[in-house]
């Protein structure tokens, strides 16, 4: 099993100021590590909708969904 690792990166303070905008919509409390871990795993779940609502759009109520879900699968 490999390691977490931090990293420092370097953004642009208008994406930074994007982030702490998405930060304040979460309805937890997050760091801006937590929301940018979010952010990644809702592209994932979006990727996944598209993929299997065979779509060419986002489907974001069923991605939240997936992410939402413990194994990120949705029984219907």
Not at 17 to 32: M, N
Not at 34 to 50: C, N, P, S, V
Request: hydrophobic share 30%; charged share 30%.
């Amino acid at each position: 099993m490999s390691e977490s690792k931090w990293h420092n990166i370097s953004i642009k303070t208008e994406s930074f100021k994007e982030i702490r905008e998405i930060q304040k919509t979460l309805p937890i409390r997050s760091s801006v590590p937590q929301t940018i871990e979010y952010l990644i795993e809702l592209h994932k779940a979006l990727q996944k909708a598209t993929y299997e609502n065979n779509t060419s759009c986002f489907d974001l109520v069923y991605a939240h969904k997936i992410i939402s879900t413990k194994k990120g699968e949705i029984d219907e």
